[in-house]
């Protein structure tokens, strides 16, 4: 198998070999990869696919390995969640959570681009594997290359949360705190890819990398009865995941698996951390790094190596862009607890705070289905909310305790109903 | 005045493999016109037709990201470190 034919340079179209390269020797543009969807078209079908485990494997031939897939037999095939009591809290009729909080085996997206990746690395004879993180991703390089047996370097800047600290020591990677931010991090790792030889998973590997990101895109549309969505809002942070999102659209239509226009695509981002968004609202062709300051630190990148990528998909989709305060995140956060069962991290706070913004300006229509993609876990994240939260009540283990708390939280809310009642009228 | 500057791989084969070169010059602007007279060619790679840096090459002066300095203005001084890198995926 293997479909691949080759990597293309996105800034100046380039073509090179399969290689683990990841820059175009003229311009410094990232690579892609190419596919003959011709064969791949003759390949699948939504049969074949419907046949297979449940796993991001299923859409297999849309990946670009060459051999049998070694990582991630657990990873991808997460809930498309309908959200009915957050879309009514919003106004609009169909609405649709696609919740990679939940994916296997730590809990946010990266299981999907680390399991195509690692793949890869192993094909390509690799022993060592590595990361830049802003955590999400070290837990993911670190859990699978445990379970694969490889050697594992982390690199993460000094100041993240515990939970996505301890979230990859668990493992047993080596793991190396950068001081400064992941911009800092990223600099350095792309020095150490480049005399070390490891398989960096986002800086050698990125091509294959970010290859598994198309997967969240052929979930949407599988789960949603092979149907296209109208809207789907995506964060942005180096800015992998959205214009893959667009591409795994693209690919499944020109492969006979869908039919239907381009969803129109929206970017959402920490206000404190915002380029693209401020790209869009500034109708610029220049995206101006900046230093980050938001608790969203899982996509607190202030120069987004993919950054010009979201523009152009965001711009030829239709779409916009938005983004969120720190208030706002942890608002989101909490109405989405609240309404749907979900707990995600501050990344998810801002693409539901920015997804409510666009649905408030028109931008997005109420009556077209429209899916936010939640794409970390709020456990890892514990301190972004705790102060926001009521205090547990504590008492002593006697029942007229109790009934005396009870019997106050109650007069507390007649009282309330009352003093609405009186504003009402 | 000499700076160390930082080759990445991509641009070895213009400085006969070397990762790291001495060059001179008192801005950044002036060190890649140095570089240019030792390693014919590199110029292009760095920077586009007008004259700017390309979208995406990076950079930074001990560290630091020359579009939060003065860019290809940013000033250097006996001894900077100066570091080209390509801009790498997130995480």
């Given at each position: 198998m293997g479909n691949v034919t080759g990597l293309r340079c996105l800034g100046c179209g380039a073509d090179y070999q399969q290689a683990p390269i990841y820059v175009?020797?003229?311009?410094?543009g990232p690579l892609e990869v190419r596919y003959d969807y011709d064969a791949i078209a003759s390949a699948v079908s939504r049969e074949l696919i419907e046949s297979r485990p449940r796993n991001l494997w299923r859409y297999r031939e849309l990946l670009p390995i060459d051999g049998e897939p070694t990582i991630g037999p657990y990873s991808g095939c997460t809930p498309l969640v309908k959200a009915d009591r957050l879309a009514r809290e919003l106004g609009v009729d169909e609405l649709y959570i696609k919740d990679d909080?939940?994916?296997?085996?730590?809990?946010?997206?990266?299981d999907r681009v680390v399991s195509v990746a690692i793949s890869k690395a192993i094909e390509f004879g690799f022993t060592t594997v590595s990361c830049a993180s802003t955590g999400n991703l070290a837990n993911s390089v670190s859990a699978h290359a445990a379970r694969a047996g490889l050697d594992c370097y982390i690199f993460i800047p000094d100041n993240l949360e515990q939970g996505k600290v301890v979230g990859s020591s668990i493992y047993g990677p080596r793991t190396v705190a950068v001081r400064g931010n992941y911009d800092d991090v990223n600099r350095l790792c792309s020095e150490i890819a480049d005399k070390y030889g490891w398989a960096f998973v986002n800086i050698n590997l990125r091509p294959y990398y970010t290859e598994g990101a198309k997967t969240y895109g052929y979930e949407v549309v599988e789960q949603l009865g092979w149907r296209l969505p109208g809207h789907i809002v995506v964060p942005t942070a180096g800015g992998t995941i959205l214009p893959k999102i667009a591409k795994s659209f693209d690919e499944m239509r020109t492969t006979g698996l869908v039919e239907g226009d381009t969803p129109k695509i929206y970017t959402a981002q920490a206000a404190g951390c915002a380029p693209v968004v401020r790209a869009l609202h500034e109708e610029s062709k220049t995206i101006v790094p900046v230093k980050p300051d938001t608790i969203a630190k899982s996509i607190a990148i202030g120069d987004p190596a993919d950054g010009y990528d979201v523009l152009d998909v965001v711009r030829s989709s239709g779409g916009w862009g938005e983004s969120a305060t720190d208030e706002e995140i942890v608002d989101a956060i909490q109405q989405l607890a609240r309404c749907e069962g979900i707990f995600t991290e501050p990344a998810g706070g801002v693409t539901l705070a920015a997804t409510r913004k666009l649905i408030e300006q028109g931008r997005?229509?109420?009556?077209e289905p429209i899916v936010v993609s939640i794409t970390g876990n709020g456990y890892k994240t514990l301190e972004a909310v705790t102060g926001a939260l009521e205090e547990p009540r504590v008492i002593d283990a006697r029942l007229r305790d109790f009934d005396n708390l009870f019997e106050g939280l109650h007069s507390n809310r007649d009282q309330e109903m009352v003093g609405a009642k009186a504003a009402a009228g | 005045m000499p700076v160390q500057v930082r080759i990445p791989t991509p641009l070895r084969r213009y400085t006969g493999g070397s990762e790291e070169v001495s060059a001179a010059g008192a801005t950044v602007g002036s060190v890649v016109e140095n570089l240019e007279s030792q390693y014919t060619g590199i110029k292009e790679r760095l920077c586009d037709d007008e004259g700017q840096?390309?979208?995406f090459v990076n950079i930074y002066v001990n560290g630091d990201d020359i579009r939060f300095l003065n860019s290809l203005d940013t000033e250097l001084k006996d001894g900077d470190e100066v570091s080209i890198v390509p801009a790498i995926a997130g995480g």
């Open positions: 175009c020797d003229e311009c410094f909080s939940v994916n296997h085996p730590t809990f946010s997206y990266k997005i229509a109420g009556d | 840096v390309r979208r």
